[in-house]
């Protein structure tokens, strides 16, 4: 050992440990118990069957539709053939299976419970039952219908199928009081079913399911139905008035008045002629018939001009009945024309005022064929001498054309004309024209080529309500209406073509700015226009006073291709800018105008443009803009909303 230190052991200090001794540490597994496994076997059974079920109810639901989606369609191609027995045959078949759709769809209601589920089962609900009850309306729709099903020229056996022509239509109309309860039935299930859509959201679904669209679809269609059930329910005082209003029980009297809408003028043409019409239980007969000009020879009094007269026409410096039509609105010019004709010494009174213009008698020869009147044959057919149909050449002939005879004794040419069109169609099987006219009819209401103004205020306003009068309409949204006048510029609208572009920006901060360019190009050459020649002056510098109206507050910044100083004010309830061009045969023109819109846009938010056509226009061509984008392009045929998505 060494001195002052002792030896240290050190495998004796030392002490390994066995591992076996460590303790081991065990992952111990969790054990649910028997009670919760037995709870998860029964919520995924119940699962199970529920989706099983639900799948069996949902084939059985698919099944339905199917069928039921093949009889709405033959019910739909009945109602295109127009033959209303077999419409009504095929809609009580819809009825049937339509019902068991719906039961079929009533044994999934157990959806309705369920949280997302439930809102779309709802709306399947809602829509089913509109269906339901659309389909109730137009079985009584048809029950209305069927007694007139000959006049109407529907397929199917009328109740008025014997006599003359005339005598049916007087039946006819002395039954209508029958009708008017079934329209109030009508009305009450049309409420219906618009309550029923109103509650079905379309934001709830996707925007496109592939490439179809869902949501804009849906918008589309309750948006129509809303429309047509507006129009209906408020067209309802017109169908309630119908009998009195064809002269029952007392006869009527209406004043027709005719505007050439070669010569526009602002609600449709210039007035060049009139006839006096009685109808008695349906029955029409013409009671006079006149020139224009010889209605104004026999006014007591001379009227002022009014200043836009002074203006723009052509060495006019007093008011005549044939100039009375210069406001847009249709009724407004009325109530100015009746308070001329007051002064016209023995003038029958009469219980409306109803426009047409050469439109009409057009679509009329299409498909009655020629006319005869005063030993001409008029007819639709195409007039090389100013391709345009040949009864409007001949009509301006008759007008216009100077000639050695005494025009008297043809002065009476449009009432005898109308009245000849009237015999023609009413002196045939009613199967032969009746249902193409019946259609026509109501297509030049809708395009403004027919215009009312009836004192009856519930027929009027049932007019109005179906947009038959003409007038210019309050409008909450954006609003444009182009109007155009042509003072003195021959018959050259016969040959002028307009279009308009559209195109609204938007900036930042939601003010909306239009750029409105209005196109006016005439092809055509001159026509001889010297009186000593004698030439039917048709084509010629086209004169036009025109005015654009917009949403009331909108502030013009600029206005390009006015020959005279512009104008800006106030009327009917909108901003009207104002101006004046000519356009020369094989020329054009062109109006630019530039305006701040009062309302700002917001983003997300889609802005409807109603755009209202003027009378007496024909095929005006528009084309929309939205931030630079085309939005849409469309002959103006009628009246039009586009919405504008911003």
């Known amino acids: 050992m060494t001195d002052g230190f002792s030896k240290i052991n050190v495998q004796e200090n030392l002490k390994v440990?066995?591992?076996?001794?460590?303790?081991?540490?065990?992952?111990?597994?969790?054990?649910l118990p028997k009670k919760y496994l037995g709870l998860l076997a029964i919520i995924f059974t119940v699962f199970?069957?529920?989706?099983?079920?639900?799948?069996?109810?949902?084939?059985?639901?698919?099944?339905?539709?199917?069928?039921?989606?093949?009889?709405?369609?033959?019910?739909?191609?009945?109602?295109?053939?127009?033959?209303?027995?077999?419409?009504?045959?095929?809609?009580?078949?819809?009825?049937?299976?339509?019902?068991?759709?719906?039961?079929?769809?009533?044994?999934?209601?157990?959806?309705?419970?369920?949280?997302?589920?439930?809102?779309?089962?709802?709306?399947?609900?809602h829509g089913l039952r509109a269906g339901a009850t659309g389909i109730e309306a137009g079985l009584i729709a048809i029950d209305a219908l069927l007694p007139y099903a000959d006049l109407l020229g529907l397929k199917g056996e009328g109740t008025f199928v014997g006599g003359s022509a005339d005598q049916r239509i007087q039946t006819a109309v002395k039954t209508l009081d029958k009708v008017t309860p079934k329209i109030k039935d009508i009305s009450i299930k049309v409420e219906s079913i618009k309550n029923d859509l109103d509650t079905i959201d379309p934001n709830r679904y996707p925007e496109k399911v592939g490439n179809t669209a869902i949501r804009e679809r849906l918008v589309s269609l309750k948006n129509i139905f809303d429309e047509s059930a507006n129009l209906f329910i408020n067209a309802r005082p017109l169908m309630e008035e119908l009998p009195q209003v064809l002269g029952t029980p007392e006869a009527r009297r209406y004043l027709i008045l005719f505007q050439n809408d070669k010569e526009l003028r602002s609600t449709g043409g210039f007035i060049t002629g009139y006839a006096?019409?009685?109808?008695?239980?349906?029955?029409?007969?013409?009671?006079?018939?006149?020139?224009?000009y010889k209605l104004d020879e026999a006014k007591s009094k001379k009227f002022p001009a009014p200043p836009e007269i002074l203006t723009y026409h052509k060495g006019v410096y007093t008011l005549e009945l044939r100039d009375t039509n210069y406001t847009p609105d249709f009724p407004k010019s009325m109530k100015r024309f009746e308070e001329l004709l007051q002064s016209v010494n023995g003038f029958p009174a009469f219980d409306g005022i109803v426009a047409i213009d050469t439109h009409v008698l057009v679509e009329a020869m299409k498909i009655l064929g020629s006319i005869p009147a005063y030993g001409t044959n008029f007819t639709a057919d195409n007039d090389k001498r100013c391709d345009c149909p040949n009864v409007i050449y001949e009509l301006e002939l008759y007008a216009d054309k100077p000639v050695a005879y005494e025009k008297g004794s043809r002065k009476d040419i449009i009432g005898v004309l109308l009245y000849q069109i009237l015999q023609k169609a009413l002196g045939v099987s009613p199967s032969q024209y009746w249902g193409r006219l019946f259609q026509m009819t109501l297509s030049e209401m809708e395009q403004k080529h027919i215009l009312f103004a009836l004192k009856n205020p519930k027929a009027q306003e049932g007019i109005e309500a179906m947009n038959f009068a003409g007038q210019i309409k309050n409008y909450s949204g954006n609003y444009l209406h182009v109007n155009d006048v042509n003072f003195a510029g021959a018959k050259s609208d016969m040959f002028v073509k307009r279009s308009a572009k559209y195109d609204l920006v938007v900036d930042g901060n939601g003010k909306g700015t239009v750029t409105l360019t209005l196109d006016y190009k005439n092809p055509a050459p001159p026509s001889d226009c010297g009186l000593e020649s004698g030439g039917l002056c048709l084509n010629g510098l086209l004169r036009d006073w025109v005015r654009i109206y917009v949403p009331k507050g909108s502030k013009l910044l600029d206005f390009k291709g006015s020959e005279k100083d512009v104008k800006t004010y106030d009327d009917l309830d909108k901003t009207v800018f104002e101006g004046f061009l000519t356009v020369k045969p094989q020329g054009a023109s062109q109006a630019i105008v530039r305006f701040d819109l009062p309302k700002k846009f917001e983003k997300g938010k889609s802005y409807p443009l109603l755009i209202q056509k003027q009378p007496g226009t024909d095929n005006n061509v528009y084309e929309i803009y939205l931030n630079g984008r085309k939005i849409d392009s469309f002959e103006l045929t009628r009246d039009r909303e586009v919405s504008l998505k911003y």
């Open 17 to 31: 440990e066995d591992p076996k001794d460590q303790p081991v540490l065990v992952e111990k597994k969790m054990k």
């Open 276 to 292: 006096l019409f009685k109808v008695e239980q349906g029955k029409l007969t013409v009671e006079k018939a006149d020139d224009i």
């Open 48 to 125: 199970a069957v529920f989706i099983g079920i639900t799948a069996i109810l949902a084939r059985d639901l698919y099944y339905s539709l199917n069928v039921t989606k093949a009889t709405a369609q033959a019910a739909a191609s009945a109602a295109k053939t127009q033959n209303i027995e077999l419409a009504k045959g095929e809609l009580a078949k819809l009825q049937k299976d339509w019902k068991v759709t719906q039961d079929k769809y009533d044994k999934l209601s157990y959806l309705k419970f369920i949280p997302f589920l439930g809102n779309y089962w709802s709306d399947g609900y």
